[in-house]
Nanobody
Framework: QVQLVESGGGLVQAGGSLRLGCVAS????????MAWFRQAPGKERDFAAG????????YYADSVKGRFTISRDNAKNTVYLQMNSLEPEDTAVYYC????????????????WGQGTQVTVSS
């Protein structure tokens, strides 16, 4: 089992930036994909960005492409989400997730989830 702990959420004005972090522990050898999802009140949990754990592949939802950057530091077992040019529509709880394999945008492939961190963007 993999344990995930997120950090870095908060309140920011529109146009501002935040960086989220997610530290993985436990059965890290089983991870092939790490991703960030987000869930706004009353809405489904949506894929935002994903990164391969060992390679260089990244993938972004259209809504965040060009504004968000996902990266990882394997030495620290940590994945980051740098969020720039934030908009009120980005307000949500952000979740880190880990998977062995599958379609990255499908939340059902992810075995492990963090507790979530709140991001609020004021207009």
């Amino acid at each position: 089992q993999v344990q995930l702990v997120e950090s870095g959420g908060g309140l920011v004005q529109a146009g501002g930036s935040l960086r989220l972090g997610c530290v993985a522990s436990g059965s890290i050898f089983s991870i092939n994909v790490m991703a960030w999802f987000r869930q706004a009140p009353g809405k489904e949990r949506d894929f935002a960005a994903g990164i391969s754990w060992r390679g260089t592949t990244t993938y972004y939802a259209d809504s965040v492409k060009g504004r968000f950057t996902i990266s990882r530091d394997n030495a620290k077992n940590t994945v980051y989400l740098q969020m720039n040019s934030l908009e009120p529509e980005d307000t949500a709880v952000y979740y880190c997730a880990a998977a062995r394999d599958g379609r990255w945008t499908d939340p059902r492939i992810y075995d492990s989830w963090g507790q979530g961190t709140q991001v609020t963007v004021s207009s």
